[in-house]
């Protein structure tokens, strides 16, 4: 009989793996992740995960943590419903596989949301990780191996458990009559205190109407927060962020988590644009060694030209550049100008080109022309008055679009800077030029080749790698900031990832 009893559990345990990989089949077109379950249980010999005997597994109340654990990075519980009809043991491991799935690559493919979307995906190892964890007894660490790595997204993650406290409270519009400021009393004062209390910007909270010193440099925090101008006045733009509630706000982190997920690695070293924050950071180590305000592509309704979102390697630089003008901005920027004002051209350092030749602007009359059969190509010579500045940086993607120095600095010192075609206009060009030449560039050394004025390109030892995002929820000197949806993106987004009746 001792000898029997093995060969009975192995022949149970044959009917058991037979059973499980029939029902895997039957079920397959109506799992989430059918060949994926099925590798699953390949690996593991399709032993029990659930439920053995009858009873819960460990791994039973291990992946129901995970998921209560999920809702903090946006993972709804309801999404992770296991499918009536389905036999329970399949139906949950489908689940893990879904919630995995959406924790590591995200619940939105991004590449199918937005046309603009070109940055590297994520290797596949899904349930390489899965089979791993479960046989090591480690299903509970699974969020800490899928989710991103990154110190932000963590910095997210805590700062959505603290929203979602403050998600239940009612946030009614606040009205004003007019602009307040220091000094002023208003009774609606005490309510702008406690919101701002509430968000972090005011240590104490004080019943008051009085517009004091305390409540000064708190809504100028909160105004540095939000992407506003900082006047410590509580005018219509600062109001309007104040009236956003703290559910709509926990929604635009669990977006931006999303987004987190998306990228394939944390970055070390690499050039970062983040788009609606109109900020360069140049990092080294995954620290930043450089900040820089850039310009970035128009939101305008009735001239929306938005810089798109990409990944490539800054391969070279050119000095004095020569401006090709793209047929669009000719048409659309230009050919206006130059028909109130025919000295334009001229002024400006243009070459008009017809067929390949040279013609003389002059003689041309431009109001006969217009989007539709404009046959010239127009050329800004290198100089003081060049559009793309002294440097403009390469790197190849198939929206045409670069980094480069502007002659219009004026423009830096607007908060709000969306005034380019598409592409980024860099405040501190020269910096980011000599980071990336790397050792024996002197900022003299540059100046020198620039002052000559000729056209010339330097190629860069190491590209570097080059990544254009739209965050807007992110951490800065660790506080919680949150920017405008400068180009709609989050409501794309936000009409995928959260679903009248969940979602796969």
């Not at 910095?155 to 009559?177: H, M, Y």
Request: net charge positive; hydrophobic share 35%.
């Amino acid at each position: 009989m001792a000898v029997a009893l093995p060969l009975l559990f192995l022949l149970l345990g044959l009917a058991y793996a037979q059973s499980l990989e029939k029902s895997i089949r039957q079920s397959w077109n109506r799992l989430y992740y059918p060949q994926k379950v099925q590798q699953l249980y390949k690996l593991l010999g399709y032993r029990c995960l659930w439920f053995c005997e009858g009873k819960p597994t460990e791994n039973f109340y291990k992946l129901q943590e995970l998921l209560e654990e999920g809702v903090h990075h946006g993972l709804k519980q309801e999404d992770y419903k296991p499918l009536e009809g389905l036999e329970p043991e399949i139906a949950l491991t489908d689940i893990l596989i879904k919630f995995s799935h959406h924790l590591y690559y995200g619940k939105v493919d991004p590449s199918k949301l937005y046309d603009s979307w070109s940055l590297p995906k994520k290797p596949e190892l899904l349930v390489e990780t899965l089979h791993r964890l479960l046989v090591e007894g480690r299903l509970n660490e699974l969020i800490k191996e899928l989710a991103p790595k990154g110190r932000e997204y963590w910095f997210l993650v805590e700062q959505a458990r603290s929203l979602k406290d403050l998600s239940s409270i009612d946030w009614r519009p606040l009205g004003l009559s007019k602009v307040l400021r220091y000094g002023d009393k208003s009774p609606c004062l005490t309510e702008v205190r406690y919101r701002l209390f509430l968000l972090g910007d005011l240590q104490e909270f004080t019943t008051s109407e009085l517009f004091d010193e305390e409540l000064l440099g708190a809504v100028r925090s909160f105004q540095s927060r939000h992407g506003l101008k900082v006047t410590g006045e509580i005018d219509r733009k600062t109001l309007a962020e104040l009236n956003v509630s703290p559910a709509d706000r926990l929604r635009q982190l669990h977006l931006n988590l999303e987004k987190h997920r998306w990228l394939s690695k944390p970055l070390t070293r690499a050039v970062v644009v983040n788009i609606p924050s109109f900020e360069l950071f140049l990092l080294d180590g995954g620290s930043p060694v450089l900040h820089s305000k850039v310009i970035v592509g128009r939101n305008y309704k009735e001239d929306f030209r938005p810089t798109p979102m990409l990944y490539s390697r800054i391969n070279s630089l050119t000095l004095n550049p020569k401006w090709y003008v793209p047929l669009s901005i000719s048409t659309k920027d230009i050919l206006p100008k130059v028909k109130k004002d025919p000295e334009y051209l001229r002024r400006k350092g243009f070459r008009v080109f017809h067929m390949g030749m040279e013609v003389d602007p002059q003689q041309v009359d431009w109001s006969l022309y217009g989007e539709k059969n404009f046959p010239f190509r127009l050329v800004q010579e290198s100089g003081p008055k060049n559009s793309l500045g002294r440097i403009k940086f390469n790197f190849p993607n198939h929206f045409a679009v670069y980094l480069h120095d502007t002659p219009d600095k004026g423009l830096f010192k607007h908060t709000k800077r969306a005034f380019s075609s598409g592409c980024i206009r860099v405040e501190r060009a020269k910096e980011l030029a000599l980071y990336l030449l790397g050792e024996g560039w002197t900022s003299a050394k540059l100046d020198l080749l620039i002052k000559e004025g000729r056209t010339q390109t330097l190629t860069l030892r190491e590209s570097a790698p080059i990544y254009l995002f739209y965050f807007t929820a992110f951490e800065r000197e660790g506080k919680l900031h949150f920017r405008e949806d400068l180009y709609g993106y989050d409501k794309m987004l936000a009409r995928v990832y959260f679903p009248a009746g969940g979602g796969r």
